[in-house]
């Protein structure tokens, strides 16, 4: 049993975070100091004007955001993961160019990887190899950023 080093996760020594500082849902958990400040970050963008009753969508793959938030996707996944939607792009495509919703894009998505700060979005290099990423990059408007999201809308 792994128990010094969880799944995608620091050495339990570097644990030291309760996580329910940032979301109440994940009281109980700990995990990294960056962890900690990449969720406090997130709910500092969650609780800005142009998100309040306004459906939003997480790209590519932190569909926990409707747990933590109390929300629902808007579309009929949440999880655009290539591996997931390479068989009917077109369709998750569409639907997304048909309700509009707020994508909010992770810069480094993931919980070990580090994000320059100084980046603005316009300097992140996004997964490139995502779909769905690209399409919303390349055709909707950045209208916000933080130091590990960046926030894109269709008009």
């Known amino acids: 049993i792994n128990r010094e080093k969880p799944y995608r996760e620091k050495p339990r020594d570097l644990l030291t975070e309760n996580l329910g500082q940032a979301f109440p849902r994940l009281s109980g958990i700990k995990s990294h100091p960056q962890a900690l400040e990449r969720l406090l970050d997130l709910k500092e963008l969650n609780a800005r004007d142009y998100l309040q009753n306004q459906s939003f969508i997480s790209l590519p793959d932190f569909s926990l955001l409707h747990f933590l938030t109390d929300t629902k996707a808007p ?3 949440d ?5 997931e939607v390479v068989h009917f ?3 998750v495509i569409q639907e997304l160019e048909t309700k509009k919703p707020i994508a909010i894009i992770e810069k480094a998505p993931s919980f070990g990887e580090d994000v320059s700060p100084h980046l603005d ?5 996004f997964v490139r190899d995502n779909i769905v990423v690209q399409h919303v990059v390349s055709t909707w408007q950045l209208i916000d950023g933080s130091k590990y999201f ?3 809308k269709k008009y």
């Open 75 to 77: 579309t009929n996944i």
């Open 79 to 83: 999880w655009y993961l290539d591996a």
């Open 150 to 152: 960046c926030v894109f």
């Open 121 to 125: 979005c316009k300097q992140v290099q």
């Open 89 to 91: 792009k077109e369709k």
